[in-house]
């Protein structure tokens, strides 16, 4: 039986929903090509007008939809109205297990990737840091295997848990 790894999440909240931070996010962490091609994969949209975090493993009260493609992933993340949801995509960085995208009930975004839980408190706070200042994020954090929070107020809670690592505020950009 082999051991389970552990991952830390590394996330970063920034106010720059826009086409220009996804886009120089994907180049960065992204294999696209790989990433492209969602198959049948569903978005799990949270309701519109929803604020509350959805408990982690209830998954009912999402709504569904086809991924399609990548391009149709961003595309809805970017429509109006704005939806959340939570994307997984495949790293081409060595050491990177995911990055990740999600759009935020609160028109904001989350950026982030997974790493193997083998790094030190000093190699978390500097990725968090340099996560939120390559991307003018105002919340930073890095913790132990936690779904990307859904809104702000989400990821200031998130200072509090258990499994937060590193939190850092920055300036708002």
């Given at each position: ?73 961003i595309?809805?993340g ?45 190699r ?36 509090n ?13």
């Amino acid at each position: 039986m082999s051991p389970c790894i552990a991952y830390i999440d590394i996330y970063g909240l920034t106010m720059h929903r826009d086409l220009e931070t996804i886009n120089c996010f994907l180049d960065n962490y992204v294999d696209r090509e790989v990433s492209e091609d969602r198959g049948n994969e569903k978005l799990m949209l949270v309701p519109l007008g929803y604020r509350k975090h959805p408990p982690r493993y209830f998954l009912g009260e999402y709504e569904r939809e086809s991924a399609l493609s990548l391009s149709h992933v961003i595309q809805r993340g970017l429509d109006y109205p704005r939806r959340s949801f939570s994307i997984y995509l495949k790293s081409k960085q060595t050491g990177i297990y995911l990055a990740i995208l999600n759009f935020t009930v609160d028109d904001q975004l989350v950026i982030g990737f997974s790493i193997e839980d083998t790094a030190d408190e000093e190699r978390v706070e500097l990725l968090v840091n340099n996560l939120v200042n390559e991307y003018k994020c105002h919340l930073g954090m890095g913790a132990v295997e936690e779904p990307p929070p859904i809104s702000e107020r989400a990821f200031r809670d998130a200072r509090n848990q258990p499994t937060t690592r590193y939190f850092c505020e920055a300036n708002k950009y």
